[in-house]
């Protein structure tokens, strides 16, 4: 059954990920991580994959290099158009699908792998977007995933903007839940077998200092600049999140050119 006012909380969230430029973030921030899921994930020639929530292609693009038919995917079809620039640039051809996460349009054990990197953690129903994940991964199967920990400085970035937020949709759950390692074992399930969930940290050096993050964030970052549009009115509420960005930011030492955001790499086997 589909929940009332879901059409209208899709399209905000859709709109949500169009703001500000979210490519920049994936290729001059955390350029590493898509590669890293599919190095671990064991990607390569022969295997159909599908990556979910995959924005501009930070895991898609790296398993089509590694020779893969992949399909990538994501509510906000506005991502497409710079991944599918930075898919030419390196030379190789991927299909790219508008796809909701919680109601994915594929069939039953349709690919042979399943991936996504700081993706899924976003779509507000965990079960329902688990269960669309274990659904289409054929028996057998890979799936990996790499998540933002709620104790790292992306979850803790999320936890210093919910003040400032929008409240969000009823029995929606937070995005870095999705990076504690009991949460995704309930989300899972014995459906999903070898599980293994490793706490791993991506080395940050696009930033001199905590202003420069939150600038760069407050412009290219659909949630941070959501937020900020938010409450765009209430200049005293603008500034207090500026300083509270840029304090997040001196605690995690941006002043010293390499921060350190820790993330959940998660990586099993649909059951038979």
């Known amino acids: 059954?589909?929940?009332?006012?879901?059409?209208?909380?899709?399209?905000?969230?859709?709109?949500?990920?169009?703001?500000?430029?979210?490519?920049?973030?994936?290729?001059?921030?955390?350029?590493?991580?898509?590669?890293?899921?599919?190095?671990?994930?064991?990607?390569?020639?022969?295997?159909?994959?599908?990556?979910?929530?995959?924005?501009?292609?930070?895991?898609?693009?790296?398993?089509?290099?590694?020779?893969?038919?992949?399909?990538?995917?994501?509510?906000?079809?506005?991502?497409?158009?710079?991944?599918?620039?930075?898919?030419?640039?390196?030379?190789?051809?991927?299909r790219w699908q508008?796809?909701?996460?919680?109601?994915?349009?594929?069939?039953?054990?349709?690919?042979?792998?399943?991936?996504?990197?700081?993706?899924?953690?976003?779509?507000?129903?965990?079960?329902?977007?688990?269960?669309?994940?274990?659904?289409?991964?054929?028996?057998?199967?890979?799936?990996?995933?790499?998540n933002w920990t709620p104790d790292g400085f992306i979850g803790q970035m999320f936890a210093t903007m919910k003040p400032f937020a929008p409240p969000p949709p009823p029995g929606a759950q937070p995005p870095p839940l999705w990076g504690d390692e009991a949460h995704v074992r309930s989300l899972l399930g014995d459906r999903v077998t070898d599980l293994e969930l490793r706490r791993e940290k991506a080395v940050i050096d696009r930033f001199a200092d905590a202003a420069e993050f939150r600038d760069f964030f407050k412009s290219y970052y659909g949630p941070t600049v959501a937020v900020y549009k938010a409450i765009g009115a209430e200049p005293d509420r603008v500034a207090q999140l500026d300083r509270a960005l840029i304090d997040l930011a001196a605690r995690h030492d941006a002043a010293s050119g390499r921060m350190e955001w820790e993330y959940l790499l998660v990586t099993g086997r649909r059951s038979a």
């Open 1 to 94: 059954m589909t929940e009332p006012g879901s059409a209208d909380r899709k399209r905000r969230h859709r709109a949500m990920w169009a703001l500000g430029d979210y490519a920049s973030i994936a290729t001059e921030v955390i350029p590493g991580l898509g590669r890293r899921l599919v190095e671990v994930c064991g990607i390569g020639p022969g295997q159909r994959v599908l990556d979910i929530a995959a924005g501009s292609g930070n895991a898609a693009i790296p398993a089509a290099e590694a020779g893969a038919d992949v399909v990538a995917s994501d509510l906000t079809p506005e991502l497409f158009e710079a991944g599918r620039r930075i898919a030419a640039a390196r030379g190789v051809e991927l």
């Open 98 to 146: 508008e796809a909701d996460a919680e109601a994915l349009p594929y069939a039953d054990a349709e690919f042979d792998a399943v991936v996504s990197c700081v993706g899924i953690m976003f779509a507000p129903f965990h079960q329902a977007a688990a269960d669309e994940l274990v659904r289409v991964t054929k028996p057998g199967g890979t799936i990996g995933l790499i």
